[in-house]
Nanobody
Framework: QVQLKESGGGSVQAGGSLRLSCVVS????????MGWFRQAPGKEREGVAG???????TGADSVKGRFTISQDNAKNILYLQMNSLKLEDTGMYYC??????????????????WGQGTQVTVSS
């Protein structure tokens, strides 16, 4: 049973930074493709960034140059470094995992394992 647990959310002013962490357990971590998703109130869940088994990365255009996904395979931890945060980055951020080869499309329906989420609030 794969378990994902996020942490690191909080409130920050626009232009600030946060780093989210996701601890993965219950599975061979480096056999999973990982992703970060977010959901704002009243909006659909959207893919933010993903990382494949070989370290290949992908990300939404809205966060490129600002957000960086990374992983510590030894510790089974996934990270999302978020810089230059904007008001529109506000939302619940979820860590997700999949064994789908289409992980890079960042479609939430392709990801079968989810954390409980961590809230990120960006204010002016």
């Amino acid at each position: 049973q794969v378990q994902l647990k996020e942490s690191g959310g909080g409130s920050v002013q626009a232009g600030g930074s946060l780093r989210l962490s996701c601890v993965v357990s219950g599975y061979t971590y480096n056999s999973l493709r990982m992703g970060w998703f977010r959901q704002a109130p009243g909006k659909e869940r959207e893919g933010v960034a993903g990382i494949g088994i070989n370290g290949m990365k992908t990300g939404a255009d809205s966060v490129k140059g600002r957000f960086t996904i990374s992983q510590d395979n030894a510790k089974n931890i996934l990270y999302l470094q978020m810089n230059s945060l904007k008001l529109e980055d506000t939302g619940m951020y979820y860590c997700a995992a999949t064994d789908s080869p289409k992980w890079y499309l960042l479609r939430h329906g392709d990801f079968g394992y989810w954390g409980q989420g961590t809230q990120v609030t960006v204010s002016s």
